[in-house]
């Protein structure tokens, strides 16, 4: 009889029952004023429950009651639970973006984006989603060539924030069209990028 192992760092969403990886999940602890508090680092002390990284399963967790019971403690949930957890993806989205900026891995301009993404530089692109559409088929043609050409597949491409959201998040770091390079804080870009449009979209969120 096969006996199966499961991962050492797995962990089980209270919602769908079903187990994962940490960053797949949202960990949620019970602040010091019984409140439900959303822990994206994973380092609040105390005993923590987990939800799938998905705007639906948080609204449903907060719908059926389940932060309670998991954390085995009285909490309040904010009913508006979901809406707090994107804003703080969304932060944290902003945040890496500035810091990746400013180490050179984070550039903005159509013509130094579309560089990049044909030079093979760019590991993932950006546009604001009321960007136009003359640019964005621009870029997206520059992504499809770098594809054919180096026989792998196109980077990843995300619509996440209008203008507006980026002027008013980023001031003189907004942008409409952006690429992010190579190197750990590029990857952080596109590590919450990634999380924030599943979170959004559900899983099946690709390309836009």
Known sequence: MKVRIEPVNDRMCIVTRDRGQPDGLIRFVAGPD????????????????WVTAERTSVDL??????????????????????????????????????MARKSGQFITGSGKVEDAVRSGGAIALMHASDAADDGVRKLRQANTARAMGVTEAEIPVFRLFSADELALALGEGA??????????????????????????NGPEAGPA
């Not at 954390?71 to 500035?98: H, I, Q, W």
């Not at 069209?177 to 599943?198: D, I, N, S």
């Open 175 to 200: 942008f409409i069209h952006a690429a992010a390079l190579a190197g750990q804080a590029g990857e952080g870009v596109v590590k919450r990028a990634k999380m924030l449009a599943r979170y959004r």
């Open 34 to 49: 019984g409140s439900v508090v959303p822990d994206l680092r994973q380092v609040l002390p105390g005993r923590g429950c």
């Open 61 to 98: 967790a907060v719908k059926r009651k389940l932060f309670g019971r998991a954390l085995k403690t009285e909490v309040t949930t904010d009913p508006d639970l979901g809406a707090v957890v994107d804003r703080l993806l969304c932060d944290s989205l902003f945040g890496m973006m500035n």
